[in-house]
Nanobody, 113 residues
Framework: QVQLVESGGGLAQAGGSLTLSCRAS??????RGWYRQAPGKRRELVAG???????NYADSVRGRFTISREDAKNTVYLQMNNLKPEDTAVYYC?????????WGQGTQVTVTS
């Protein structure tokens, strides 16, 4: 089974930037996505990208975040600019196959004001 490993989280100041990476242990050509979960809140979609490169974003991040993929490296990225304290959460990537959805272990992003 393909496994996903996120990296790139950390601490940032408001207005700053971070780039998250999600590397799959094998081929992962299907739809990939980034979700986040803040304390006491439900996990929510941040951004998704199909195998054809079509993207969608949550209204709260559109214009600030960019999702991209590099299939040669089985990796999906989330470029996060103009970060806000409300972006603080654990960020998870996923990979949607025909039979299941695979999740990474998550990476913490903390944005201070």
């Amino acid at each position: 089974q393909v496994q996903l490993v996120e990296s790139g989280g950390g601490l940032a100041q408001a207005g700053g930037s971070l780039t998250l990476s999600c590397r799959a242990s094998g081929s992962a050509f299907g739809t990939r996505g980034w979700y986040r979960q803040a304390p006491g809140k439900r996990r929510e979609l941040v951004a998704g990208i199909t195998s054809a490169g079509r993207t969608n974003y949550a209204d709260s991040v559109r214009g600030r975040f960019t999702i991209s993929r590099e299939d040669a490296k089985n990796t999906v990225y989330l470029q996060m600019n103009n970060l806000k304290p409300e972006d603080t959460a654990v960020y998870y990537c996923n990979y949607v196959t025909l039979s299941e959805t695979i999740w990474g272990q998550g990476t913490q992003v903390t944005v201070t004001s």
